[in-house]
């Protein structure tokens, strides 16, 4: 465990308060999807809103990009969060008063929320690279990444008891609350404010800088490959989390539900253990070896793991317990690997990437990481409707193996011109402590 880091107030301040908002944003949810369902019993609104969420990504991500990188970051997120929970202050007040939120107006609150965190992420993806060593952004990313995924895998039990024993407005009241201690505690910061604001704000500044973040992304070979990666992992593994395991587990394996949550829960858990497991030392290895690795190991496991649902292998095996706790170790490898991969694409960018564009360049990674989620899911619900599962599993594991293949010499590739780039773009930038 990196003790440098957890006794560094600012970082401290920073992973503390996106772990409060993190939960409460979780648990508010999982309650207002079980909120929306029990007052209207379609399943359609039901996923309408876990779904919604996806829209201001694709129309506001660049310009949450450009702003994150034109205006102080500390003020920004301290500003949202404070926003976030008037919000959610003004909600819980309407509630309070009529007993009932109308569906429209959870919606809006959805889409509000959601666009206050892109522009949140936007500005605060600089801060872990303005706050600690280069050298210790993959420990710092690791940290972070734990944190996190601990809150969304207490969100649901806490979500369930809170809403279930006191109700909506609890949850409104203790979502409204995260984000006003998040602000409190992230006002203590101190971070060097390494955002360019141009001299004019116009639409034409806006659409200037706008073009440079993508002119950044489209000249830089690494930053490009990460893009790429990112997508492919989006596109690819993730679907088969979301969609292909619950198809062969339910309907090939015939597990229970029993068996289904724990198979959830293991997921869940892989996701913890990929970052503890690396975060103690990832700074003595090559983070573009370790990701390249990765995504070997993750391609292999899942073309291993297309043998557990054929009708070969069933047929070979009495009953359905073997194979159902062979795919839970493997997938939970496979998670442990994919959250590892993560870590280091993650810490690849944040150093790679100048700090004052920084937001730009994230912006533009999520809008794609965003467009390729549900068209991967579309995609593997229409092949699993026509095809078998484990040949799905070993085209999914060599597209994969042959894509990081095809791009393992830019991903590899560490020369001075790269390093010096990344330097020019930190140096340039004007550092101010807020």
Same mark, same amino acid.
């Given at each position: 465990?990196?003790?440098?880091?957890?006794?560094?107030?600012?970082?401290?301040?920073?992973?503390?308060g !996106?772990?409060?908002?993190?939960?409460?944003?979780?648990?508010?949810?999982?309650?207002?999807?079980?909120?929306v369902?029990?007052?209207?019993?379609? =399943?359609?609104?039901?996923?309408?809103?876990?779904?919604?969420?996806?829209?201001?990504? @694709? &129309?506001?991500?660049?310009?949450?990009?450009?702003?994150?990188?034109?205006?102080?970051?500390?003020?920004?997120?301290?500003?949202? %969060?404070?926003?976030?929970?008037?919000?959610?202050?003004?909600?819980?007040?309407y509630?309070?008063?009529?007993n009932?939120?109308?569906?429209?107006?959870?919606?809006?609150?959805?889409?509000?929320?959601?666009?206050?965190?892109?522009?949140?992420?936007?500005?605060?993806?600089a801060?872990?690279p303005?706050?600690?060593?280069?050298? %210790?952004?993959?420990?710092? !990313?690791?940290?972070?990444?734990?944190?996190?995924?601990?809150? $969304?895998?207490? #969100?649901?039990?806490?979500?369930?008891?809170?809403?279930?024993?006191v109700?909506?407005?609890?949850?409104?009241?203790?979502?409204?609350?995260?984000?006003?201690?998040?602000? &409190?505690?992230?006002?203590?910061?101190?971070?060097?404010?390494l955002?360019? $604001?141009?001299e004019?704000?116009n639409?034409?500044?806006?659409?200037? %800088?706008?073009?440079?973040?993508?002119?950044?992304?489209?000249?830089?070979?690494?930053?490009?490959?990460?893009?790429?990666? *990112?997508?492919?992992?989006?596109?690819?593994?993730?679907?088969?989390?979301?969609?292909?395991?619950?198809?062969?587990?339910? %309907?090939?394996?015939? =597990?229970?539900?029993?068996?289904?949550?724990l198979?959830?829960?293991? @997921?869940?858990?892989?996701?913890?253990?990929?970052?503890?497991?690396?975060?103690?030392?990832?700074?003595?290895?090559?983070?573009?070896?370790?990701?390249?690795?990765?995504?070997?190991?993750?391609?292999?496991?899942?073309?291993?793991?297309?043998?557990?649902?054929s009708?070969?292998?069933?047929?070979?095996?009495?009953?359905?317990?073997?194979?159902?706790?062979?795919?839970?170790?493997?997938?939970?490898?496979?998670?442990?690997?994919?959250?590892?991969?993560?870590?280091?694409? =993650?810490?690849?960018?944040?150093?790679?990437?100048?700090?004052?564009?920084?937001?730009?360049? #994230?912006?533009?990674?999520?809008? @794609?990481?965003?467009m390729?989620i549900?068209?991967?899911?579309?995609?593997?619900?229409?092949?699993?409707?026509?095809? *078998?599962?484990?040949?799905?599993?070993?085209v999914?594991?060599?597209?994969?193996?042959?894509?990081?293949?095809?791009?393992?010499?830019?991903?590899?590739?560490?020369?001075?011109?790269t390093?010096?780039?990344?330097?020019?773009?930190?140096?340039?930038?004007?550092?101010?402590?807020?």
């Amino acid at each position: 465990m990196n003790i440098k880091l957890i006794k560094d107030k600012t970082f401290a301040i920073f992973i503390g308060g !996106k772990a409060i908002s993190v939960i409460g944003s979780n648990i508010q949810q999982f309650a207002l999807s079980l909120y929306v369902y029990a007052q209207t019993g379609s =399943a359609t609104l039901f996923a309408t809103m876990l779904s919604i969420s996806i829209l201001p990504r @694709l &129309l506001f991500s660049p310009v949450a990009g450009v702003f994150g990188d034109w205006f102080d970051r500390k003020k920004t997120i301290v500003r949202l %969060d404070f926003f976030n929970a008037m919000i959610l202050g003004l909600y819980a007040l309407y509630f309070m008063n009529t007993n009932h939120l109308e569906i429209f107006l959870i919606y809006i609150l959805v889409v509000v929320l959601e666009i206050g965190e892109l522009f949140y992420e936007s500005a605060a993806a600089a801060i872990i690279p303005s706050i600690v060593e280069k050298e %210790d952004i993959p420990a710092a !990313k690791s940290l972070q990444s734990i944190v996190i995924n601990i809150g $969304r895998l207490l #969100s649901p039990m806490l979500g369930a008891a809170i809403y279930g024993t006191v109700g909506l407005l609890a949850v409104l009241v203790i979502n409204g609350l995260s984000f006003l201690i998040a602000a &409190l505690f992230e006002s203590f910061m101190k971070i060097p404010a390494l955002h360019k $604001r141009p001299e004019s704000l116009n639409i034409q500044a806006f659409f200037t %800088d706008l073009k440079e973040g993508f002119i950044i992304i489209r000249d830089h070979h690494l930053i490009r490959t990460i893009i790429i990666l *990112a997508t492919i992992i989006n596109f690819i593994i993730g679907p088969l989390f979301t969609v292909g395991f619950i198809v062969i587990i339910i %309907d090939v394996l015939g =597990a229970s539900e029993f068996q289904f949550g724990l198979f959830q829960s293991t @997921l869940a858990a892989s996701l913890i253990a990929g970052p503890m497991f690396i975060v103690g030392f990832i700074r003595k290895f090559d983070i573009a070896k370790v990701c390249f690795v990765g995504f070997i190991i993750a391609a292999s496991l899942t073309i291993s793991m297309a043998l557990i649902p054929s009708s070969w292998m069933l047929s070979r095996m009495p009953g359905m317990i073997l194979p159902f706790t062979m795919l839970l170790a493997l997938s939970f490898l496979v998670g442990l690997t994919v959250s590892v991969i993560n870590i280091t694409i =993650a810490s690849l960018f944040a150093t790679t990437v100048p700090t004052h564009a920084i937001g730009r360049a #994230s912006s533009v990674m999520n809008l @794609l990481v965003t467009m390729f989620i549900p068209i991967g899911q579309i995609t593997y619900g229409i092949l699993l409707d026509n095809i *078998a599962p484990s040949f799905i599993m070993i085209v999914s594991g060599l597209i994969v193996l042959f894509t990081v293949r095809a791009f393992r010499h830019s991903l590899l590739k560490t020369t001075d011109a790269t390093s010096n780039e990344t330097k020019k773009g930190m140096i340039s930038d004007e550092v101010h402590v807020s």
